[in-house]
């Protein structure tokens, strides 16, 4: 069974489904025609972060988040995969 997720970019007003070909949500967003500012691609930077309104994400790394961007559910697009519905605030 194939599960379907759905990802909102709120402040876009776009929904897309989530499917395995995209390595990542940065990936994903980009090929929606969503800009987003990214630099390292790896986790590093923390350029590429965005909130994340609602859902659960899986991160390969967190190095680019602070304290207090995890405090606010800030994720970084470039290594992160949906584990849920999401809505990111970008
Ligand atoms: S682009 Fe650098 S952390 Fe995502």
Redo the contacts with the bound molecule.
């Keep these: 069974m194939v599960m379907e997720i759905q990802v909102e970019f709120k402040k876009s007003e776009k929904i897309a489904l989530w499917c395995d070909s995209h390595d990542n949500l ?1 990936e994903m967003a980009e090929e929606n025609g969503i800009k987003i500012t ?12 965005v909130k994340l309104l609602d859902g659960e994400v899986e991160m390969e790394t967190q190095e ?1 988040l602070d304290d207090e961007d995890l405090k606010e559910n800030m994720i ?4 992160s995969v949906p584990l849920s519905n999401l809505v990111l605030d970008v």
């Excluded at 970084?76 to 290594?79: A, D, G, P």
């Design positions: 940065l990214s630099e390292c691609a790896a986790g590093i930077c923390g350029s590429c972060k680019g970084l697009l470039c290594v």
